[in-house]
Nanobody, 129 residues
Framework: QMELVESGGGSVQAGGSLRLSCAAPRYMSSGYCMGWFRQAQGKEREAVATFYGGGLTEYYADSVKGRFTISQDNTEATLYLQMDSLKPEDTAMYYC??????????????????????WGQGTQVTVSS
C-alpha cells in the first residue's frame, strides 16, 4: 500500500508563505502523476497543481497561478508545494495524491481528483486576514 504523508501546514497571515511537503515512496520519483488538491469547508475538493517528473507541463489552478509552485525532489520523491502571497481563500485542507502513469488532461497531469488512486491524510492550511 502506497503511503503519502503530508506536512508543513499551519496558520499564517495573509501575504505569508508556507511550504507543504508530501513524503512518498522512492519509486514514485518517476512514472507517476502527482498533485496537490485542497478542500475548503463546505466545498468540493479541487486541484491546486499537478506534476510529472519527466518533462510534462505543470498544471496550476487559475486561483494560484503566479503564487504557488509545485516541485519534486527526484532522489527522494518528495513532492512540494511552495505557497506564497497566501490569501484567506486559500484556507483549506491540502492533500497530496498520486496515480501511476501519464494520466493527462491536455498536456499536463490531470486535475480530475477521481483519476488519482493514492491519497494522503491531508494537512490544514489556515490563512487569516
Amino acid at each position: 500500500q502506497m503511503e503519502l504523508v503530508e506536512s508543513g501546514g499551519g496558520s499564517v497571515q495573509a501575504g505569508g508563505s508556507l511550504r507543504l511537503s508530501c513524503a512518498a515512496p522512492r519509486y514514485m520519483s518517476s512514472g507517476y502523476c502527482m498533485g496537490w488538491f485542497r478542500q475548503a469547508q463546505g466545498k468540493e475538493r479541487e486541484a491546486v497543481a499537478t506534476f510529472y517528473g519527466g518533462g510534462l507541463t505543470e498544471y496550476y489552478a487559475d486561483s494560484v497561478k503566479g503564487r504557488f509552485t509545485i516541485s519534486q525532489d527526484n532522489t527522494e520523491a518528495t513532492l512540494y508545494l511552495q505557497m506564497d502571497s497566501l490569501k484567506p481563500e486559500d484556507t483549506a485542507m491540502y492533500y497530496c495524491a498520486a496515480v501511476r502513469g501519464k494520466i493527462l488532461t491536455g498536456t499536463a497531469c490531470t486535475y480530475r481528483s477521481t483519476s488519482y488512486s493514492y491519497w494522503g491524510q491531508g494537512t490544514q492550511v489556515t490563512v487569516s486576514s
